[in-house]
């Protein structure tokens, strides 16, 4: 099995910036990849960012392109998402999910990931 603990979460105003953390722990040998998810009150689940261990490729959705970066630390199985240029929109709660397989199209889809964190919430003022 393999435990997920985010930190980092907060209250922000718009404008301003966030590092969420990740701590993998457990057989984090058998996870390819780590992503990041988000769910807005009333909102479902939705994909914000993917890396993979190996080589580090990413994937983004496009809402966040350009404001937030993903990456890891393999020696310390932490992967963190940094979050610049916060808006309202952005308010949630934030997920840290693992996925054991490679993936092609269905990477953003939460079903395809096999552990989940607890979530942090992040917050941002207008």
């Known amino acids: 099995q393999v435990q997920l603990v985010e930190s980092g979460g907060g209250l922000v105003q718009a404008g301003g910036s966030l590092r969420l953390s990740c701590a993998a722990s457990g057989r984090t040998s058998s996870t390819y990849a780590m992503g990041w998810f988000r769910q807005a009150p009333g909102k479902e689940r939705e994909f914000v960012a993917r890396?993979?261990?190996?080589?580090?490729?990413?994937r983004y959705t496009d809402s966040v392109k350009g404001r937030f970066t993903i990456s890891r630390d393999n020696a310390k199985k932490m992967v963190y998402l940094q979050m610049n240029s916060l808006q309202p929109e952005d308010t949630a709660v934030y997920y840290c999910?693992?996925?054991?397989?490679?993936?092609?199209?269905?990477?953003?889809?939460?079903?395809?990931?096999?552990?989940w964190g607890q979530g942090t919430q992040v917050t941002v003022s207008s």
């Open positions: 999910a693992a996925d054991r397989v490679p993936r092609g199209s269905d990477y953003a889809r939460d079903a395809a990931y096999d552990y």
């Open positions: 890396i993979n261990w190996d080589v580090g490729a990413t």
